[in-house]
């Protein structure tokens, strides 16, 4: 079985532009959730997608946004990029639903974002 | 709000001793606790999931144990090699939303 990927893997912008980071997760997998990771605050969480809704969100501000599809991929996007948005986003995956064992997260390989 | 934290947050071993890492948590309703293992610049690989009935979860040279009412847990590594030599991360999966949150890490060195 595949797991968790992202595309691009590396990505370099300007300031002011936006962005469209992709992830697709383990197949039969329902939950998405995405990450940033800077070496300042560590790991955070920007939020979780299950069924194509958004179930929670972290503490990022409105330009950050995202969606999943009906086959469980999704994206996130940011606009009006800052230099501060330079990080990693990790995106993760699980089967989620009522079974403890669903829980469990496996993280794709991440997406490395440059800011200049 | 749960909290993580991670002690040592860096850790130099030579090659061959068994060794701990600690991880505690704020909030004892957890879902469950995952530890994971990160090369520099990487993604982050699932080394060891225990429920939170569990006690501990065993994975070759890695054993893990968890006691939720303390809200500890501790990761052991038995005769380390330097392909250890990793960040390693300690997540909880707690909240009506079942979000991860997780420690800063401890960055293991092994020396050969």
């Known amino acids: 079985k595949a797991g968790v990927t992202q595309t691009p893997r590396y990505l370099i912008k300007t300031r002011g532009q936006q962005v469209t980071l992709s992830c697709s997760p383990i197949?039969?997998?329902?939950?998405v959730s995405w990450y940033q990771q800077t070496p300042g605050q560590g790991l955070q969480f920007l939020f979780e997608?299950?069924?194509?809704?958004?179930?929670n969100k972290g503490n990022f501000p409105g330009r950050f946004s995202g969606r999943q599809f009906s086959n469980s991929r999704s994206e996130m996007n940011v606009s009006t990029l800052e230099l501060g948005d330079s990080a990693l986003y990790l995106c993760?995956?699980?089967?989620?639903?009522?079974?403890?064992?669903?829980?469990?997260?496996?993280f794709g390989p991440g997406t490395r974002l440059t800011v200049l | 709000k749960q909290e993580v934290t991670q002690i040592p947050a860096a850790l130099s071993v030579p090659e061959g001793e068994n060794l701990v890492l600690n991880c505690s948590f704020t909030?004892?309703?957890?879902?469950?606790l995952q530890w994971f293992r990160q090369d520099p610049g990487k993604g982050l690989t699932s080394l060891l999931l225990?429920?939170?009935?569990?006690r501990e979860q065993t994975s070759g040279r890695l054993n893990a144990s968890l006691d939720k009412s303390s809200g500890r847990s501790t990761l052991y590594i038995a005769a380390s090699q330097p392909g250890d030599s990793a960040t390693y991360l300690c997540?909880?999966?707690?909240?009506?939303?079942?979000?991860?949150?997780f420690g800063s890490g401890t960055q293991l060195t092994v020396l050969p």
């Open positions: 197949s039969g997998h329902r939950s």
């Open positions: 225990i429920q939170s009935s569990q």
């Open positions: 997540a909880v999966l707690s909240g009506s939303a079942r979000q991860l949150t």
């Open positions: 993760a995956s699980r089967q989620a639903g009522s079974i403890s064992s669903y829980n469990e997260q496996f």
């Open positions: 997608y299950f069924s194509e809704t958004q179930r």
């Open positions: 909030d004892s309703a957890i879902y469950n």
